[in-house]
């Protein structure tokens, strides 16, 4: 899309389907002089739902941003049932953290990304529970908070956490390929915020050591997954994902290596799509419009 | 989509785009009382064009199905610009000529479709400038025309062709890997009615002979292309392709093994969605509405 | 490979890896004035085995075909530990029994593929449990065989089928969306030379209603796998995968759609890479040389 | 490949095929005691030609490192015709230099690739014809070398680019999206040692803007094309291609971001087939082994 320039506001909505959703939301915003640039819909006719992202220049617009979602709520999502809504604007960076441990190949490529401004983010911060990235980190002049597991309990760090989260108002946190598993409690806080990519295209080989598993299976393709974390490991609504065709000729090694690429593209694709507001989850399924 | 038993219409429509068409298009529908069943459009931006395709129940619907075009001409389409239309209904089986000479892949995969009642579609003829399939063609029990082109003048037999054409008031010619270049005459009869596969990933080896061409250059990625005929050799409006991975392990044979493969499906895919009405054409490019 | 009008052997082997046997091999051939055509060889590192497959003109070679076997065996095979092999000749061809219930998709491929003399095998029966298809199977003039799974027990029905199968030579059975589980009796009968197709891609949403679970669950990439059949329901030896891409604007019956296509080219890979001898199975992996 | 530790040895050779050669160079490893870990060959029947690489343990080898050379030469080499061949050794880094000008995407991810030690590789330095990525190229404390071509005319700034690349003994050149055309001079004097990246899936879209035009034209599948570079812009030996599907719903915004995914993968693999000497070339073809 070559609007980026402009001024715009995205409403992302989903609600029960019936009919005259569509008509309803497009003259709210025709009615107000807003100008559409985008607008992708879609009903799921198996759970009758309906999802929706519109997108429009707030110039001229006869409703200010600071009211839109009071009117939007008050004229539209409360006429429907099970709405669930959301209203941003492009000119708020969203603020990522990056969580990380001893593989680096994710987190060079987010910083690459954020350093370019390629993206529409800022990055407060890098967690970690090693001292590998530290001084990568440093580099692009992003703090870098270490914690030591072995020194201190889970829990009491998982609550440093939440709290540098939550001062650094956070609104994404990218698990690039970060080997601690969250807890349910500091899952719950940050429900479909947190992005994290797995190493196989899921549901095939969750869990621990995926290339080796894959390997050993003898499969013919390979690839990744991102997905937001939930409380079941692996289980949460996948976001983005890519395979490649292996052979016997590729050893394990070469798994991981071309894996890496696959995960850092992946990974990349679902926090665009989470940036860009172009994600929407219901029932453990996402609807991503590209 | 589950809803294939239901009776529907289906229209289509591109013009340029301003606000409020979709609310239009929707309104014109629920006003009437129909339940739309799935809705697809698109906003080209660079070219400022709208691309809608919406379906819907025709069951209690307010308007008699034969005078939905004369309303929608009336209340929508002639409010915009330059607007292009078309209603169908899914009662209405679409009716394909195939026309096909010494490869019988893509045939084959055609008549097993129809056979099995895959597509909506009827298949009154099939011609030829082989009499290769005539057999297979019997075996169907569908009427099989041969034009020996070593006898007769091309502009004749063309005649023959397009007369047997209006005849069966054909819909949709398929070349199924046929091999005579049709004449610009007898291609401005049936406007984007023509679907033809070529076998390589089109701009890429245009003309004669493209798997040996894409050997000799050593591509790492092999294709085929379905599009619609224009009077400009291969360059057409583009429907569908697909690619697949090649290396130096492959000999030009494996190429023609593979490419078969790949020409039939895509070939399928572009008849698919013609037939349901997914594919919208401008200025030489498609929008098709999975 | 251009060279398919010459007669040819195949020798394919497997042992545990050590110094020299590529050396061995080609001396073997090329001492008995063979002319090699085509040569693949893999070592897996991880498992310490060597895989080759060789191929060479037998115009002109010292010995006769029907001695190959035992000169090998006695010069090369039992130098080497655990010592898998088999000698073929181009001019035999393979006997391929389909099985086959209510979808038709693979069955109409398979069929296709063997009138048009595409592969080197031959079709002397079609088995199923039900009669939707034998009038097709009756226009290509193929024996087709049916068995009522409520009118007799199963163990007897397989006993008939495996007779059948013995009584026909078969060398190849492919199960083209058989519906019915074979029982590991049948199954030892014919080790590696059972292939099915399954409509996911495994080990990813095994058993039944693998497009209805890949839905659910929300994935943006779905496959088929063919494999050899084990006694182990859906974990045999994979010989060849492929995935599409999809989204959520796919429903499930897309999904079917979709996959109808995968399933019927990927079983069709396996098949000709089985047929020209390109497989060779240890520790439920496969080699593939293509 | 899990022998990176090993001391390992490779030879690479191509020549017109005949009997034996393998066996001549398996049998001239085994006599001299290596312990062969990996090795791949091929024969292009199309073109009678035959090619091989072989990499071998060199603890005991019963030949001197700095003499294997001149005994492949004598032993091997000059008994066939029209050998081209290369002997090198894991334990020789080889040295790239990187060309770069607006464009960061490609510079980012080797950077990343030469930083976490992905590579077996040396990057003495960093060329532009812009200032853009010194700072970046400053973190890695790479020395960056930025030309004006406003200042200098083109043909001294090369003569000083191949004095650079001399003096630090430069084995291959990257071409990171460097947006100067390479006169043939220049050429000369690297063939087969410069890599570049083509955001198009070549020979569809050669030149310059090929987004835009794959934009225009309504291909369904766009990529990118890593190629040594000859004197016949985007008409050199193809190294690796990959592409992706596209739709209408891809603006040409998203053509450009999504392909600077592919462009750096692309590059990457095929600068690693390059640097572990996996890249055969002869007659503007390569054969890459995996």
Known sequence: MSYHELDTAVITMHCEDEKGIISAVTDFILTNNGNIVELDQHVDVASNRFYMRVEWETKGFGINNDKIGEYFETLI???????????????????????????????????????????????????????????????????????????????????????LCEDHKIDLIVLARYMQILSPNFVSKFENKIINIHHSSLPAFPGANPYKNAFNRGVKFMGATAHYVTSDLDEGPIIAQDVIPISHRHSLEDLKRRGRDIEKIVLANAVYAHLSRRVLTFANKTVVFE
Not at 104 to 119: I, K, P, S
């Open 77 to 163: 999502a409360k006429k429907y049932k099970d709405t669930h809504w959301e209203v941003s604007f492009n000119h708020q960076k969203p603020r990522m953290a990056i969580l990380v441990s001893h593989y680096g190949h994710c987190l060079y490529d987010l910083l690459g990304r954020v350093d370019t401004g390629e993206w529409n983010v800022e990055v407060p911060l890098v967690i970690s529970n090693h001292r590998d990235f530290e001084a990568l980190v440093g580099k692009y002049n992003i703090p870098f908070h270490y914690f030591d597991f072995k020194k201190k309990a889970k829990e009491d760090i998982e609550s440093e956490m939440i709290q």
